[in-house]
């Protein structure tokens, strides 16, 4: 099975930075598309980024040009560098990495309030 560890969430202000991480680890070749999503209280769950394996990138029109995603393919690793952060944008943030099948992290909390 494949496991995923997230971490680097928790509170900050508006308009500061947070970077979250998301490590994969067990039975792993090779991953094809990483990602991250976020889910607010009452909300449905939303893409957030994405990256391939050749690093190109997708944003939700919402985060371009203050969210920035990466990857570490030798430390099967996925990043979020989050700025200029806003308080709609608290929400639990999940990791998921494509390999045979979607795998999910177990969400960290991100607060943006004062």
């Known amino acids: 099975q494949v496991q995923l560890v997230e971490s680097g969430g928790g509170l900050v202000q508006p308009g500061g930075s947070l970077r979250l991480s998301c490590a994969a680890s067990?039975?792993?070749?090779?991953?094809?598309?990483m990602g991250w999503y976020r889910q607010a209280p009452g909300k449905e769950r939303e893409l957030v980024a994405r990256?391939?394996?050749?690093?190109?990138?997708n944003y939700a029109d919402s985060v371009k040009g203050r969210f920035t995603i990466s990857r570490d393919n030798a430390k099967n690793t996925v990043y979020l560098q989050m700025n200029s952060l806003k308080p709609e944008e608290t929400a639990v943030y999940y990791c998921?990495?494509?390999?045979?099948?979607?795998?999910w992290g177990q969400g960290t909390q991100v607060t943006v309030s004062s």
């Open positions: 990256i391939s394996s050749g690093g190109s990138t």
């Open positions: 067990g039975f792993i070749r090779s991953i094809n598309v």
């Open positions: 998921t990495v494509d390999i045979w099948k979607s795998f």
